[in-house]
């Protein structure tokens, strides 16, 4: 239990023996504040809400609350005016904090609320015969960190890469390959030659509008079984999941499924017939749909006029599968925000069917990838390519190593590690919903909020174990040796960890941790450039490293909860 919960509990154990309902420990727990200042206190109770309660002033309550609130973890509390400021036994706090952490390692923060249930959650999910554009990095980083944390949290994630893989692009596709396709180009670059295939494509189709209707014409073909558009549709797919898989294998992302849109094409029958069966389905200008008035939505189209289906009829069926495969705590789907409506409708349409499991669904929008301010686009060809921008940052760190620390052991690795990682943070310490502008040099700053910065602050702490040849040991806490203000600051950032992994696995927000390990970095910087660390007395010495310790675990873990390695030297 962290500090901040006992301090609730103390407080709504006051209020109760007081008589006052409604203010349990949840309740008091998110009435608590951080005092702007330290100098003010660690944690901070605000009395206005109990004004009615009590019928009495707030600063009166909150000078009557305080003599009644003492003890362990507690030094002292103090009224000040509408608010009761609490001093943490700051002695005792770093003992039980550091203690946890050296013995838990890369366990600190875990939780078994999820009791091992699986959480399937649908990420990545690129077009196949299209580039993997740095577009589709969000949902692949921001899908990888919550898998990480809802591990963290006691579920059993489970990565589906849901491929695009089918639709009417592919119509399209085949045909422009018919008309102006060669193989030889195809199989010497696969995803460059099949882009300028479907760039060429729309190009065309501006002058020669019924190259759109012969799209549509093959899809359905492909959807029939036809020989050669399956024929050519396979290939593409393989040579589309061979490119992609070097990516993955750069960023270290994996998955347990890579079941995409066509996976569904014999389940989706199933999903009309339960639609019919169930009375939902009506029909709309020669297409079947679902209505979702009641809902103020629109319909949700589940098959064309021409019998074709759609994204809701594929999406349907995956639900059902998923569910029956995994009966699912929760299942999440990292898509994009211009899909929300999408999702909506598809939850609705399942609560429509009897499916209470519909409300364990949630879709995790996220804002664009923006290239000098605009929106990229693959049918205009105007994409930046992930895979070149992964190239790219990692030869930008091997030149810095190179200059700065050339004897370096696995600078290639190092390289690597802080290059794809600047990637990623960049895009993980915003909050999911913003818009981000690609930069790739504000990317692999080794200052500032950036992912090099707390890789080397982690480097730099290990560095410290080793010049002062720590053994983690059980010994106590020498006395004064963490008394600085510094210290204090990094013990009560290390003391909130499993609180942010709790908010970022509540909220599907990585952000959480990125902003937590800036802030973590941030922090023990000053501790090491205001205290000194490496002290001759050994006792005082031995204290000090067993915070850097901590700091080390932590700072690994909240890396590694984001998809980024911890280099032990850079």
């Known amino acids: 239990m962290s500090y901040k919960h006992q301090v609730a509990e103390k407080i709504a154990d006051a209020l109760a023996q007081q008589g006052v309902e409604n203010f349990p420990k949840e309740t008091v727990y998110g009435m608590l504040e951080t005092p702007p200042n330290p100098a003010m206190g660690d944690i901070a109770f605000p009395c206005f809400q109990l004004a009615k309660a009590l019928r009495k002033a707030p600063p009166m309550i909150a000078a009557e609350l305080a003599e009644k609130i003492s003890g362990d973890p507690l030094r002292e509390s103090t009224a000040v005016g509408p608010y009761i400021n609490f001093f943490l036994d700051q002695a005792a706090v770093a003992k039980q904090v550091i203690g946890t952490i050296l013995a ?24 196949i015969a299209k580039p993997f554009s740095m577009g589709h990095l969000r949902s692949t980083v921001i899908g990888n960190a919550i898998a990480n944390i809802m591990e963290k949290q006691g579920y059993q994630p489970v990565r589906i890469n849901h491929l695009g893989d089918w639709g009417t692009q592919f119509g399209k596709l085949i045909v422009a390959y018919r008309l102006w396709g060669d193989e030889a180009k195809v199989k010497a670059e696969p995803i460059k030659e099949l882009l300028t295939l479907y760039v060429r494509f729309h190009d065309e189709a501006k002058d020669n509008p019924s190259l759109e209707d012969q799209g549509r014409e093959w899809f359905k073909k492909l ?91 594929r999406d349907l069926a995956a639900a059902l599968y998923r569910h029956e495969s995994y009966d699912f705590a929760k299942a999440v789907y990292v898509v994009g925000n211009e899909q929300r409506l999408h999702f909506q409708q598809l939850y609705k349409v399942l609560e429509k069917m009897g499916y209470a499991w519909a409300r364990d669904m949630h879709h995790v929008p996220f804002g664009m990838m923006l290239k000098d301010g605009k929106k990229m686009s693959t049918r205009k060809g105007k994409v930046v390519l992930l895979e070149e921008v992964l190239s790219q940052a990692i030869a930008d760190v091997q030149k810095v190593i190179e200059e700065k620390n050339p004897s370096l052991a696995n600078k290639e690795e190092v390289a690597r590690q802080v290059g794809v990682g600047a990637v990623i943070f960049h895009d993980l310490k915003n909050y999911r919903l913003n818009d981000i502008n690609f930069s790739l040099e504000e990317m692999l700053t080794f200052e500032g909020e950036t992912g090099p910065y707390v890789q080397y602050t982690h480097a730099r702490a290990c560095s410290l174990l080793r010049r002062g040849n720590f053994q983690p040991a059980s010994a106590p806490l020498a006395e004064g040796a963490l008394d600085s203000k510094e210290a204090w600051a990094v013990i009560t950032l290390l003391n909130g960890f499993p609180e942010v992994i709790e908010r970022a696995a509540d909220n599907f927000d990585p952000s959480q941790i990125g902003k937590y390990v800036i802030d973590l970095a941030q922090s023990f910087n000053k501790f090491y450039a205001n205290v000194r660390i490496l002290a001759e007395e050994e006792d005082i010495k031995a204290s000090r490293l067993q915070l850097v310790a901590a700091v080390v675990a932590v700072l690994k873990e909240g890396l590694r909860l984001l998809g980024l390695a911890a280099p032990e030297e850079m």
Request: no cysteine; glycine share 8%; aromatic share 10%.
């Open 104 to 127: 838990q390692g890369s366990a600190y923060g875990d939780s078994h609320i999820g009791q091992g249930r699986k959480v399937p959650i649908d990420l990545s999910s690129p077009n």
């Open 223 to 313: 959807e029939d079984g036809d020989e050669e558009a399956l024929h050519l549709w396979k290939w593409f797919r393989d040579e589309s999941l061979k490119e992609f898989m070097k990516i993955y294998d750069l960023m270290n992302v994996s998955f347990d499924s890579t079941n995409g849109e066509a996976f569904y094409n014999d389940k989706m029958d199933r999903v009309v017939t339960l639609l019919e069966e169930k009375g939902l389905l009506t029909e709309s200008d020669g297409a079947l749909v679902v209505s979702l008035d009641e809902y103020d939505m629109p319909p949700s189209l589940i098959k064309k006029s021409d019998g074709a289906t759609l994204y809701a009829t």
